[in-house]
């Protein structure tokens, strides 16, 4: 071999013929030096100096990039946004105003979907959420609308994981390791309880409690306690209505739909009837008929 010329070494590095190695150049995922878009970074923003960041990326202002963190081409992040160290966030993302993102989270990567083609679609983050480690957000699919979505003020536990394709709500909790299977609908201020699986295509409703170690595989009625495996309802989460400041009028007519929902022996449209008859001028209530009616997958109850 020609030694005159540079060569590869095993670890990436570049060496020269005669033996004498080059300054070793560490392989980077986009072509370009972290440095070179660092010099033109705000000043308002505090990114670290092992940071790679694509210069077409937008960074919003007063926002930290921490050691070892990625953030891709089509990335937004907006003002006040906190990415920890080693985070990983690609493709078409949008990270909302005062996020913080803890250590090995990964953001907007491809979808585990055999369908999925590589299609430009999108995962949207809303303002102030909590992101906690080793959590998993997958960007959504042509089959599924080409979005995920996250609304405002949700915190995601440790380990949790949203498949492609979900739409969670504001205020959603999802414990440690919790697990949405791709095309789930989890709607305001719902809880998912550590390691608990909800299973494709189903939904949470608005202020709904899912227990620990449970698994959905039916649509998971609003206001109610729903635990098992598989998951059934306990009625309404009478703590969580409190906490959350509903009107005792309010949990006194939703604990009387639940009643003639699961304890009188009518079937779910006859129920439903009576509900209509006894129960006409409560909003919760009309937001738990409109949910079963609605329910594609059936409810658990």
């Known amino acids: ?15 020269r013929a005669k033996g004498k190695p080059l300054t070793a150049i560490p392989l980077s995922p986009f072509p370009f030096s972290p440095k070179i878009f660092m010099s033109v970074a705000t000043r308002s923003n505090d990114i670290h100096p092992t ?25 937004e992040l907006k003002d006040g946004v906190r990415l920890e160290s080693h985070v990983v966030i690609d493709g ?20 585990q979907d055999l369908k999925y083609k590589g299609e430009h679609s999108e995962t949207r983050l809303g303002r102030r959420n909590l992101i906690r480690e080793f959590v998993t957000i997958h960007r959504g699919t042509a089959g599924g609308g080409m979005l995920t979505q996250i609304g405002d003020d949700c915190l995601l536990m440790a380990q949790a994981h949203v498949a492609h394709d979900c739409i969670l709500g504001d ?46 595989v039916k649509d998971a009625l609003p206001f109610a ?5 598989h998951a059934r309802c306990y009625g309404l989460n009478t703590t969580g209505m409190k906490r959350r400041g509903y009107s005792k009028e309010a949990i006194k007519s939703l604990h009387r739909a639940f009643h ?11 129920a439903l009837e009576r509900i209509g008859e006894e129960l006409r001028h409560s909003a919760e209530v009309d937001s738990l008929v409109e949910f079963i009616q609605t329910s594609s997958r059936g409810v658990v109850k």
């Open 1 to 15: 071999m020609d030694r005159r010329y540079e060569k590869e070494g095993e670890k990436g590095e570049r060496v």
């Open 225 to 229: 306690l729903t635990v098992g495996n």
């Open 92 to 111: 078409r993302t949008v990270i909302g105003e005062d996020t913080r993102v803890f250590p090995f989270v990964s953001i907007g990567l491809p979808a």
């Open 51 to 75: 940071a790679v960041i694509s210069p077409r990326a937008h960074i919003g202002t007063g926002c930290y990039v921490g050691p070892f963190s990625i953030v891709g081409d089509d990335v």
């Open 171 to 216: 205020g959603v909790i999802m414990a440690n390791a919790a697990t949405l299977a791709g095309h789930v609908t989890i709607e305001n201020n719902a809880n998912v309880g550590a390691y608990s699986g909800v299973h494709q295509f189903c939904r949470v409703g608005r202020e709904a409690y899912i227990g620990g170690y449970s698994v959905v």
């Open 260 to 270: 003639i929902l699961l304890s009188s022996k009518l079937n779910t449209s006859q």
